[in-house]
């Protein structure tokens, strides 16, 4: 069974940095796309970053410039760098992983940016 674990979430004032992982066990294949997304209160889930196994990245335009998406596709890990945080990035952070049509999600990590 798939799983999703992500890790690196916390409290963080405005214009700090972090660094979120994501780590998948369970799987004996290499995920086709692995991202982010995120879900503020009363919002919808938006998508953060994602990339694909051949290095492929798209991210959403509010974090251009600031966020950066990586992944080590051997040990099926992906990492968002996040700088220069601002309060409207906060949001439960979640990962998803993609194979053949299936979309696989983690069960988020609480970003908090607030002075």
């Known amino acids: 069974q798939v799983q999703l674990v992500e890790s690196g979430g916390g409290l963080v004032q405005p214009g700090g940095s972090l660094r979120l992982s994501c780590a998948a066990s369970?799987?004996?294949?290499?995920?086709?796309?692995m991202g982010w997304y995120r879900q503020a209160p009363g919002k919808r889930r938006e998508l953060v970053a994602a990339?694909?196994?051949?290095?492929?990245?798209r991210y959403g335009d509010s974090v251009k410039g600031r966020f950066s998406i990586s992944r080590d596709n051997a040990k099926n890990t992906v990492f968002l760098e996040m700088n220069t945080l601002k309060p409207e990035d906060t949001a439960v952070y979640l990962c998803?992983?993609?194979?053949?049509?299936?979309?696989?999600w983690g069960q988020g990590t609480q970003v908090t940016v607030s002075s």
């Open positions: 998803s992983a993609v194979y053949r049509g299936t979309t696989y």
């Open positions: 369970g799987s004996t294949f290499s995920f086709e796309t």
């Open positions: 990339s694909t196994s051949t290095g492929t990245t």
